[in-house]
């Protein structure tokens, strides 16, 4: 399922010898990965701290979703963008907790990525202690060769064209879950060092597993077909156990809990979100990414979920991803 490692390797280390395989390789595209990695530091390290540093709670703002803003998403939010926003690797941000491009500004240069990102996944849980994590999504610009500021398209890319993905999730340890299109190495934090560290390589997730993660506050709201699907989940007769219910409520941490573990991942649409909830491209694009370099499937219902084209910057569709024989169980109900 998974390799795990008994030699130390940096995430630095791992990323220059990634880079050493690709003959053309500039470097460009590893300083930017070590640019991502410093704000995640940085993130981690005020997460843990959070409660002394008096940026728990709300701001006085909402969002382009008309949500209250927290002020832990503002602060990660703002040190993505000033991680990213100099290094000349990107012509183009976009950021759940912003409307419109987050231009590069004028006096940098502009690169040929892109890099789309939700700063703090999971808000809810911010104040009761419960995992967290940023996610990001990088695509080449349509013109590698521009050097122009990115435009609108360079943004709606479907997520097949991602040539990188992956979360930092902070938890009881902070991970870092990442792919560039040829497996999902996991690294793991050690705040004494500075350093994360690889932990799994080429990791691996089950092809089933009796769980599922949903929230079902929302049962009424459905389709009777994720209803149907939900009361056979919890059946249970001489040929088949009821299925463990893991619902945290962050969809990174979900995510990672069914990436480890092997399960189904349902946020469907209801008839409060006909669309669905969770946003594509900063969401759905990058952990689908990384589900299916594990071996899983990420589908909306009827479309795989990477070869969806974005409509707009915060465009949401409903999912079902996980663990290969668990999404195409579901598909049996949908269908």
């Known amino acids: ?118 700063p703090l996944d999971g808000s809810s849980n911010i104040e009761v202690n419960v995992s967290i994590g940023t996610i990001f999504s990088v695509y080449q610009r349509i013109d590698a060769d521009a050097t122009t500021p990115g435009k609108m398209n360079d943004l709606l890319q479907p997520g097949f064209k991602q040539v990188a993905a992956g979360y930092c999730l902070y938890g009881s340890c902070t991970n870092l879950v990442y792919t560039t299109g040829a497996g999902v190495n996991i690294f793991t934090f050690d705040p004494t060092l500075g350093e994360f560290f690889l932990t799994k390589e080429n990791h691996r997730m089950p092809e089933f597993s009796p769980q599922y993660s949903i929230n079902e506050g929302y049962y009424n709201r459905w389709d009777e077909s994720i209803r149907k699907f939900v009361n056979y989940a919890k059946s249970e007769d001489d040929n088949k156990s009821a ?33 669905g909830k969770l946003r594509l491209l900063y969401e759905l694009n990058p952990l689908g990414m990384l589900v299916e370099q594990a071996g899983g499937l990420a589908t909306d219902g009827s479309q795989r979920i990477l070869e969806i084209q974005p409509e707009t910057i915060h465009q949401r569709r409903p999912v079902f991803m996980g663990s290969k024989d668990n999404v195409n169980e579901v598909l049996k109900f949908l269908s």
Not at 67 to 92: P, S, T, W, Y
Not at 245 to 263: E, K, N, P
């Open 1 to 118: 399922m998974s390799n795990s490692i008994n030699k130390l390797i940096t995430i630095e280390r791992h990323i220059a010898e990634n880079e050493a395989v690709y003959n053309e390789a500039t470097g460009e595209f590893s300083r930017l990965l070590r640019d991502l990695t410093l704000a995640m530091r940085v993130i981690s390290r005020e997460v843990r701290r959070a409660g002394l540093n008096d940026i728990l709670g709300e701001t006085e703002k909402e969002n382009v979703h008309g949500e209250q803003v927290k002020k832990l998403d503002e602060f990660a939010h703002n040190i993505v963008r000033r991680a990213m926003n100099h290094g000349g690797h990107l012509c183009a941000m976009a950021s759940e907790e912003a409307d419109g491009i987050i231009p590069i500004p004028d006096v940098y240069e502009c690169g040929k990525y892109v890099l789309l990102f939700d």
């Open 243 to 275: 299925y463990g219910l893991r619902y945290i409520g962050t969809a990174v941490a979900d995510i990672h809990r069914i990436l480890l573990h092997g399960g189904l991942f349902l946020y469907p649409a209801d008839t409060k979100n006909p669309e």
